[in-house]
């Protein structure tokens, strides 16, 4: 294959990745994404009218966000500045800018891309700001996390967000056979055949990242030997050599960790036990702390089982336990016994929704003394003044001596709450499961106190 030069002056030779020699030059050659790129789409009518704004391209890795922002400089006749946050500092960009401000001066543009940009401090992406408010520059960052939470409020007003998703299978298989067809830039001149078990490995285990594809691709390409007719043959069994892994698109302190979490306890909470034991497999695979997964286990068996079962909070402790003491790979057993009970358990929110409408009333109400016959007496000037005056013990009452039935009985001995909440009613048991039976009991206990 001959050499060549990338976009923009960048080698991209025979000693340059797979991944890099492939990367699209032009919009017809962009695969995916039509969601923002597709004919008539408002990105593409900006790019293609020469009118494109500062963006912020928010999507997982392989998705196309450095090959965008390369064909965005070069549709646009701009000179392409690329920096990465994981090493570049203000002096760096100051370097950039003041670049920048010469070619402006000379009448060229420049597009400035910022790799990673969420790994920016503040006063890094603040640097920058001013260039992009009067025009310096053409400001595209590339990030994998939520810019919500990781871009200054004052870049993103001025910048437009767009999001690429992961690529579909489809979108993937379409890259890797323009890989095996290129002469030029991909792996033509190798004649590299792709057994359909193989290329069904390849795409899949990319999990929609093109990278990680043609890397693969490369890699397994390299080692496979050439027959006699000179083909190189790349059966399943290369390619999941070659990978190694499949890719995961989780990372345990952003939007992936996030995501999965909010959907195991949605799961959870849902009565699906077989999304909650897919989405807690999903988070073991990707190496998330069991301890984690466990507390959060541990917090829903009150908060979305409760009184209905009490005892899934018994079973969400146990399971603590054991993950603590076995720990992985073998912990997943309890964890994935504690997620299945939990799933299919009876649901009640009574204790949640019980303890904050009694904290609304102790915040926004006046915090009333404690009713003087529920007071502790301890001396006898407390006992002077009335403290525990009053109170009725329950075990010494005649109706709880003499009741029988797996609750108390119905009727209160005395009024328990200040007066000014006498009449409240913060708890409302549910009509699943356990809970079920203090329906009717709760309401001949509130009915006959109001009598």
């Excluded at 917090?299 to 089982?305: H, N, W």
Aim: hydrophobic share 40%; net charge negative.
């Amino acid at each position: 294959m001959n050499g060549g030069m990338s976009l923009f002056g960048r080698s991209a030779g025979n000693d340059a990745p797979l991944a890099a020699r492939m990367r699209p030059r032009a919009l017809d050659e962009f695969v995916g994404q039509t969601e923002i790129l597709g004919e008539g789409r408002a990105l593409r009518r900006a790019i293609e009218s020469d009118r494109v704004p500062s963006l912020i391209l928010w999507g997982p890795p392989g998705t196309g966000k450095t090959t965008l922002a390369e064909i965005v400089a070069r549709m646009t006749g701009a000179h392409f500045e690329q920096l990465s946050a994981v090493s570049a500092g203000v002096a760096d960009l100051r370097k950039a800018v003041a670049q920048a401000q010469h070619r402006r001066s000379l009448g060229k543009r420049t597009v400035l891309f910022i790799d990673e940009i969420h790994r920016f401090n503040k006063a890094q992406q603040d640097a920058v700001l001013p260039y992009v408010e009067d025009g310096t520059l053409t400001l595209i960052g590339a990030t994998t996390e939520n810019p919500s939470f990781e871009v200054n409020s004052a870049l993103l007003s001025r910048a437009r967000v767009f999001v690429l998703q992961a690529l579909r299978d489809e979108d993937v298989d379409a890259i890797v056979d323009r890989a095996l067809r290129d002469r030029e830039r991909g792996l033509g001149t190798l004649d590299v055949r792709l057994e359909e078990g193989a290329r069904t490995a390849l795409v899949r285990l990319s999990n929609g990242d093109a990278r990680v594809a043609l890397g693969t691709l490369e890699f397994a390409a390299n080692a496979a030997q050439p027959g006699i007719d000179g083909t190189r043959t790349l059966d399943a069994a290369l390619i999941a050599d070659a990978m190694q892994r499949r890719a995961i698109t989780y990372d345990k302190s952003g939007d992936g960790h996030y995501d999965v979490t909010s959907a195991f306890i949605k799961s959870i909470r849902g009565s699906d036990p077989d999304a909650a034991v897919y989405y807690l497999a999903r988070m073991i695979d990707a190496g998330e702390d069991p301890l984690f997964i466990v507390r959060r286990l541990v917090i829903l068996a009150s908060e979305d089982v409760g009184l209905a079962d009490s005892r899934a909070l018994q079973i969400a402790v146990a399971a603590q336990q054991a993950v603590h003491f076995v720990g992985l790979p073998e912990g997943f057993y309890p964890l994935a016994h504690c997620t299945l009970y939990l799933a299919t358990a009876p649901k009640s929110n009574s204790v949640g929704r019980a303890y904050f409408e009694a904290m609304e009333d102790v915040l926004e109400t006046r915090n009333e003394p404690v009713p003087l016959h529920l007071r502790n007496a301890p001396t006898r000037l407390m006992k002077g003044l009335g403290y525990g005056r009053g109170y009725d013990y329950a075990h010494g009452d005649q109706r709880y001596r003499e009741h029988t039935g797996d609750l108390p009985p119905h009727e209160r001995l005395q009024a328990y709450l200040p007066e000014n909440l006498r009449d409240r009613a913060y708890f409302a048991p549910g009509e699943q499961g356990e809970e079920a039976r203090l329906v009717q009991w709760i309401a001949r206990r509130r009915s006959d106190d109001r009598a």
